[in-house]
């Protein structure tokens, strides 16, 4: 049997390094649930708020890059490599592995935020979460094409339970309205968007970008395009109070650095349809905040569908094993 460096065998590695992509995933998801609570708090509209969100996220991002950077070259240094090698981890080199999935990353962000927010304007929220959350079909679709990733029975119908739990969770507030179609419309290209979005850092994890690498570079690109749309749209940019800032740091700091870069991080070492799926406890935890914070009553329906969602998601993480696809050699590069 290979074995690691470590002297453990390679599958128990490579399993733990899936656990430890799951749980990422899942603290991600639980972190990016209270985003609408941050948005509803916020003085703000919406689309000024998705750039926000991005430049305050963006010196950290880019001083957290600089820091790894360097301790890759101090690494190679101690090493004995030369300062330009890139053997592992952060590349000297300017452009990051996956450099063009980067970019097409960014711009998938960028247009899930527009719609999203657009989409929560001109219609209900739960019309809005609820169309959002059809995420998981396209991406599922996508990564049996582009990744191999092989879909069993079995996660299919986790997968199911899981978008049923989270269909009944908006369903009770669920209006049809034809004024409001061009919202619902929008929110469900919402999913299509942040699908995109997915696949695309899955396609990077593989090819060797890091987790830092990321972040910055999608966030990088997304920042300008959302300012873009927020001045065509009207809407004021700064807030009216100094504690109007708020929202918008938690957004940055938490929801962006801590929330997508959680996914991020997860998307390296998970299969690109099932962290679709462990996402889907993001609005498990919005119901349950504006329970907690905001006395939000739930009907019995939707506490029903919050355990669908969670008993899908613990399914189809169950099937982890068959889902599992080897990664090309340069993927294992860096967190």
């Not at 941050?38 to 000024?48: D, I």
């Not at 995109?196 to 994890?205: E, F, M």
Request: with cysteine; net charge positive.
């Amino acid at each position: 049997m290979a074995q690691t460096p470590a002297g453990a065998p390679e599958g128990a590695t490579d399993a733990r390094a899936a656990l430890t992509g799951v749980l990422a995933l899942l603290a991600a998801a639980c972190v990016l649930g209270f985003a609408p609570i941050l948005v509803k708090a916020s003085e703000l509209g919406p689309q000024a708020i998705a750039f926000w969100r991005l430049a305050i996220a963006l010196p950290v991002l880019g001083g957290w890059l600089l820091v790894e950077r360097r301790r890759e070259r101090r690494r190679i240094a101690r090493a004995g490599e030369s300062r330009d090698g890139g053997e592992a981890g952060i590349p000297a080199p300017a452009r990051p592995p996956g450099f063009k999935m980067l970019l097409l990353a960014g711009l998938f962000f960028a247009g899930d935020l527009a719609f999203w927010h657009a989409g929560i304007k001109l219609t209900t929220a739960a019309n809005a979460t609820l169309l959002a959350n059809l995420t998981p079909i396209p991406v599922t679709i996508a990564a049996l094409f582009l990744f191999g990733e092989k879909i069993t029975a079995r996660f299919i119908i986790a997968g199911a339970l899981a978008l049923c739990g989270a269909g009944l969770l908006s369903i009770a507030s669920f209006q049809f309205a034809p004024e409001r179609l061009p919202g619902d419309l929008l929110s469900a290209l919402t999913s299509c968007w942040y699908a995109a979005y997915l696949l695309a850092v899955r396609a990077a994890r593989r090819a060797g970008a890091a987790t830092v690498q990321v972040m910055f570079w999608s966030t990088l690109i997304a920042t300008p395009l959302t300012l873009g749309v927020a001045l065509v749209s009207g809407e004021a940019l700064a807030p009216a109070s100094l504690s109007g800032w708020a929202p918008l740091i938690a957004l940055g700091l938490i929801v962006h650095c801590g929330g997508q870069g959680g996914v991020a991080f997860g998307l390296g070492r998970t299969p690109a349809a099932l962290a679709s799926l462990i996402i889907l406890v993001q609005p498990v935890v919005a119901a349950a905040a504006g329970w907690w914070l905001f006395s939000e009553a739930l009907v019995p329906v939707q506490w029903a569908g919050a355990a669908l969602v969670l008993l899908g998601v613990y399914a189809a993480q169950r099937a982890r094993p068959a889902l599992s696809t080897p990664a090309p050699g340069a993927a294992k590069r860096g967190p």
